[in-house]
């Protein structure tokens, strides 16, 4: 292992410049993108002009779907959730299948520009469409603000500047390919951004893989034996030492059943109703594409989200052996940069100058952050300075990526759901196109300003926009395509219901409002994480029970329906 | 076949194709992963005991797997019924 140090340390420029130099030049390349692909029409904007191959719609997709949090976070969850983090891997990948068998063909066939577009068209009512507006706004401004906030944190960890400097640097390279570029745009700069992200996510795990257990494929690795040549199982050894520390076994978890179960569902219904995916289905040609496609995006996600829970346990159990009962004062560089950015803390409880960590917080001397154990991994493994600096360039692509995308349906809801359809039917085809810029310029400043300043429950409302999702445009989505008899009042009704219900309980459990509440007091005992998936239920229920009392479907729209369900004869995206 | 009562064919096998797909995506996540986690664990292949391992690895293998039969499934129905292009 030393050698192999040793022969990749032969640059000696250090990770600052590394950093400047891998960061510097995918930028450059996806403002290259963007000046190369810059939209004419209000159909390049929306829908990339609506003929991206399958390939390429896969890929940006993955990246779209990919966020900081995925990216940062997730392994980093996982090593601290062991089991439990289970609920993000199958409910952020299965909802996938949810899209490619029940919703992405029909919408690509319906061939509108968004999702509140479906929504309105499909239940014949601007009613629905501005309550799917609301939605869609509501559920990626959340989303948006956590993306930012991962680029700031990226820029001032690893670049050392100010992390205000840092969201304002992200901000501006957004705006400039979102806004020029569209849909467009958008599209292959995030073709880019997944080759970088996912060989960023790639060459440390597979590294730290053969360091630990000599198989170069991070996948097997965390279940094959130490390389130490114990015989030990890397997992056995971990459980070990988890237990030892008073926390409990890692392949295990804490969580209840039903609370693992409802989480999953809630995650994955509101993977398959998050409008910044879906409407990526609109941008291919056929029908047959938005199937592939959406098949190619899972595949390609699927290489990271297998590889995240492999990264997990090689931080969990390298955090563990580098820090536990060993002396604060020989830690070595990275701890003490870390403890910097306050995202690791340490304190001598005991004044033996020892660090404990530990499951019982009265004894535990060491505050670890989720975000650390990606962005610190290549450093706590000892690799060379090019590998940590790609993690950053990395965490960028995935931050901006998935950021541009929300942004994108942001400024599409405002311009063409909310000015076009509702308030100024005439506008000409350019005014439209000047409203979706300005609308995409000022949802860059509301979110860098939710980066610069992000609100406590960033973290709190993530999970709500799943939950929001799962409770909204899932069910409306799902009834439109497989019930013609649905109409207007039922899924108004149910989408409305779903809402409210989901919000009231995740701002009484996570916020305090209504009273508050323990755990203790969830109902069925599902935390606010897993609610959606009650509210989905509820929706459904309303939907259907009101849709008996209510006028029947107009003709017209059942035989809408009825050819939404025929792949052929798709005509291209179009307004009208 | 009249046009109606092609659609309505095409219709009902494609329901049936996405009910059983569906049900082997339940199986592997929530029987495998969750629900039969415990009984699983006590089998175990290399490190991985089987219900940790179906829950953190092997449900999204199968995912992409059922999405792929999927396109395949249903690009030879399309033909069938005259609806590919």
Known sequence: MAMMNNLLFVDGLGVQNWTYIIVGSTFAIYIGIAIYTRAGSTKEFYVAGGGVSPLANGMATAADWMSAASFISMAGIISFAGYDGAVYLMGWTGGYVLLALLLAPYLRKFGKFTVPDFIGDRYYSNTARLVGVVCALLISFTYVAGQMRGVGLVFSRFLEVDINTGVIIGMVIVLFYAVLGGMKGITYTQVAQYCVLIFAFMVPAIFISIQMTGNPIPQLGFGSTLSDGSGTYLLDKLDGLSTDLGFAEYTEGTKSMVDVFAITLALMVGTAGLPHVIVRFFTVKKVKDARKSAGLALLLITILYTTAPAVAVFARTNMIETVSNQPYASMPEWFKKWESTGLLSFTDKNNDGLIQYLADEKSNELVIDNDIMVLANPEIANLPDWVIALVAAGALAAALSTAAGLLLVISASVSHDLIKKIINPDISEKGELIAARLAATVAVCIAGYFGINPPGFVAATVALAFGLAAASFFPAIILGIFYKKMNKEGAIAGMVVGILVMLFYMTKFKFGWFGGGEKADWWFGISPEGFGTIAMILNFVVSIVVMKFTPETPEEVQEIVENIRIPSGVGEATAH | ?85
Not at chain 2, 61 to 84: A, H, S, T
């Open chain 2, 1 to 85: 076949m009249t046009n109606k009562t092609k659609a309505k064919a095409y219709w009902k096998e494609n329901i049936r194709y996405v009910l059983i797909l569906l049900f082997i995506w339940f199986v592997v996540s929530f029987c495998a992963g969750i629900l039969l986690k415990d009984a699983l664990n006590e089998i175990k292949i290399g490190g991985f005991k089987l219900g940790f391992w179906f829950a953190q690895q092997g449900a999204m293998y199968v995912f992409v797997i059922l999405i792929f039969v999927y396109v395949r499934l249903m690009n030879k129905l399309d033909k069938k019924y005259g609806y590919d292009e």
